[in-house]
């Protein structure tokens, strides 16, 4: 994720001295301003140019704030409810370039905390803490694992398959689940396995038969293009054999394995079909059908984890209601297979176009894509040496950083400043690559980095297109085995697509890869669009680039966080982002469930519907 934030520094003894006391100094400091519940005092520690980014702990809440004004005022809102104390060192401080770095541990009042400090002239110039065990209800993992056979004599005594089976009758029927999670993809698999470790009666819902199929029925030569490092699962990582980058057919077995692991209330072939809140009882009514029953649940929190990129977005072009032949969304395409004698017209140049005009074309279709407006492109091998290599592989392991420890270093980046240290990178691509970019671009591809330069990961981020990561498609535009043409949509006639050029396109096959909508699309369908608007758009930051608009939030919008809708939440995102974010959130829901007093810091904001 950066060149600079996560590597090995040489350090002499009196550096480590140093740095330890710097951050011995701070840390002391800001604890006695918090015992004495002195808000500007904790404010005054931190520099005029910093950013506290908060995930639970003090603000309930995915929050950033920003500057001495910006921690005041959360300090000021937060402390007289709450305690923070025990702030300790969890390894020896490192300096670099006039930057002490410091990991930490801590407690609040109702529970125990990681964070990690980068001070700047004695100053705190970034600040993370993350919430990660409530007390009281810690997981029962490691010393406090169950003992599974129970010793002794019972009459009555039940056999684990017997409490599941029990389990899996009554849940949902005789008894209610405390969180209905919508979508079984990873996301809903995710928060579901941290919720079950929790003791939060969960039930997770899915359209789909069997956990994975999001993955199955894909087009075969799907594929992750994000490292196995970057993509474990909570509580059970990848084997070590597994391959860099898994074919979806092996993600969707392992989903399947995972959800029956971890013991997940996973209902398959079920489909949401209204939802409504009661304020008065503080509960959701939703109608779900299942094998043909239409059952009623009513969860107290419903959380949507049908994923960013779920909800098809069609496009409007003129005459496609005649066009004779196929035409399809990205998201419906079978594979190459039966299209062996067919043209067929990709409208799109982002991951999914070039993953289906890959296979058409290594399957002998003849396959135009057509790209409307810049691409980004990132070289995968590229992308894992000087994107991730350093947070994310097994060079990454062997200095120490594991999954766990990355995800804290790359959450404690502020996205505010996040670009700042993505540019350096994606200029070092530039270069190294230069060759592929300069015949990608004599192909006719057209290129762009980002609105700032900023590359792959601040695309995502900020609008969660616009990019591909390129496993071969690029190649096979380079050798002009995958046809390229670029310009704007004006009709589709009976035959093929119409350019704004003049140039009609042949084809018996389209195919949309025309991206995805905005996840409150799904609260809209599902609940209203009263809901909907009262959410707002989910996802982005604000940051005023092409279809991410200001102002800025400083967080992604509505995700893994309280909305403006009460008992209403988001889940999903990439795998790395499925596993990090549903400890919060399932802390959270946790929270709740127990009757722990849960004041949130700046709830967000709605300044864009859709």
């Known amino acids: 994720m950066s060149e600079t934030l996560e590597r090995p520094v040489t350090r002499s003894p009196e550096t480590d001295n140093t740095a330890r006391r710097a951050a011995e100094t701070w840390l002391s400091a800001f604890e006695a301003a918090l015992g004495a519940k002195d808000a500007a005092q904790a404010a005054s520690l931190f520099a005029e140019d910093s950013f506290w980014r908060d995930l639970v702990s003090f603000t309930w809440n995915i929050k950033t704030v920003e500057g001495p004004d910006g921690v005041g005022d959360m300090l000021a809102a937060q402390l007289p409810g709450m305690s923070a104390s025990r702030f300790e060192l969890e390894e020896e401080p490192t300096e670099d370039g006039g930057v002490v770095t410091a990991w930490f541990r801590f407690e609040t009042d109702i529970g125990r905390g990681k964070g990690l400090l980068r001070l700047k002239d004695g100053k705190a110039w970034t600040f993370l803490t993350t919430l990660y065990e409530l007390k009281g209800f810690e997981e029962p993992m490691n010393e406090r694992r169950p003992m599974g056979a129970q010793h002794g004599v019972s009459a009555n005594r039940q056999s684990w398959l017997e409490r599941r089976e029990a389990e899996a009758r009554e849940l949902g029927h005789i008894r209610q689940p405390y969180v209905l999670v ?66 979806k057919d092996k993600i969707g077995d392992w989903l399947e394995m995972y959800a029956k692991v971890m013991e997940l209330n996973y209902w398959g072939s079920t489909t949401a079909k209204s939802a409504r809140y009661d304020e008065a009882k503080g509960e959701w009514e939703v109608v779900v059908e ?112 594991t999954t766990q420890k990355a995800d804290l270093i790359f959450a404690s980046l502020p996205y505010r400043i996040m670009h700042e240290f993505q540019i350096p990178v994606y200029r070092k691509i530039a270069k190294v690559d230069a060759d592929f970019y300069r015949d990608l671009e004599k192909a006719g591809f057209r290129l762009d980095w980002g609105a700032d330069g900023s590359g792959l990961f601040m695309k995502y981020l900020r609008r969660g297109s616009g990019y591909y990561i390129d496993v071969g498609a690029s190649q096979m535009i380079i050798d002009g085995r995958i046809k390229l043409k670029a310009g704007q949509v004006e009709e589709i006639t009976e035959t093929g697509v119409k350019l704004d050029d003049g140039t009609e396109l042949p084809a018996d096959v389209i195919v949309y890869a025309t991206g995805y909508g905005s996840m409150n699309g799904w609260a809209a369908d599902l609940i209203s669009q009263e809901v909907a608007d009262k959410v707002g758009k989910v996802w982005g930051l604000g940051s005023d680039t092409p279809k991410d608009p200001g102002p800025w939030e400083g967080e992604q919008r509505n995700m893994w966080k309280p909305t403006q809708q009460e008992a209403l939440w988001f889940h999903g995102g990439n795998l790395h982002q499925s596993r990090h974010y549903s400890l919060y959130l399932a802390l959270q829901l946790k929270a709740r469930m127990e009757g722990i007093a849960t004041p949130v810091y700046g709830l967000q904001e709605v300044h864009h519907l859709r």
């Open 182 to 247: 919508i979508g079984g993809g990873q996301g809903g698999i995710a928060l579901s396995a941290r919720l079950g470790q929790l003791g939060v009666p969960t039930i997770v819902i899915d359209r789909h038969e069997r956990p994975g199929d999001q993955w199955r029925k894909r087009y075969k030569s799907l594929c992750l293009h994000d490292p196995v490092w970057y993509d474990h699962l909570p509580y059970i990582d990848f084997p070590k054999n597994w391959p860099v980058f898994a074919p």
């Open 290 to 401: 299942r094998g043909g029953e239409e059952i009623t649940l009513r969860p107290k929190q419903l959380v949507l984890a049908t994923g960013m990129s779920g909800k098809a977005n069609w496009p409007n072009f003129p005459g496609m209601d005649r066009f004779r032949g196929e035409q399809h969304h990205s998201s419906e395409h079978p594979g190459p297979d039966g299209y062996k004698d067919k043209r067929v017209v990709v409208i799109g140049s982002n991951n999914s176009a070039h993953d289906i005009c890959a296979a058409l074309a290594e399957n002998g279709v003849d396959v135009t894509m057509v790209q409307r407006s810049t691409t980004h492109i990132v070289r995968s091998e590229s992308l894992m040496e000087h994107g991730l290599g350093d947070l994310y592989s097994e060079r990454a392991l062997a200095n120490g950083v």
